[in-house]
């Protein structure tokens, strides 16, 4: 069975940083292509950031050098660093195989960017 936890969500003041965790058991990680995805109020899941078994990254637009997406297959976790938070990036942040599949989503950590 597949289990995908994020840790490090939290609140944040607007310019800061965090640094999410995800961490997999329960499958073959590091020949999978994994992605953060963030769900902010109202909206639809999104894809913020990939990167596949090769170390190639993708980066959305809205975050393109304030976040760095990251992989130990050592530790089966991929990381999410993101810094110069802004409002805009409050939301749920999920992990998941890249493209998802459904029977990985896991709970997610809650990202709140406020002052």
């Known amino acids: 069975q597949v289990q995908l936890v994020e840790s490090g969500g939290g609140l944040v003041q607007p310019g800061g940083s965090l640094r999410l965790s995800c961490a997999a058991s329960g499958t073959i990680f590091s020949i999978y292509a994994m992605g953060w995805y963030r769900q902010a109020p109202e909206k639809q899941r999104e894809l913020v950031a990939s990167i596949t078994s090769g170390r190639s990254t993708y980066y959305a637009s809205s975050v393109k050098g304030r976040f760095t997406i990251s992989r130990d297959n050592a530790k089966n976790t991929v990381y999410l660093q993101m810094n110069s938070l802004k409002p805009e990036d409050t939301g749920v942040y999920y992990c998941?195989?890249?493209?998802?599949?459904?029977?990985?989503w896991g709970q997610g950590t809650r990202v709140t960017v406020s002052s």
């Open positions: 998941n195989r890249h493209p998802p599949a459904a029977g990985y």
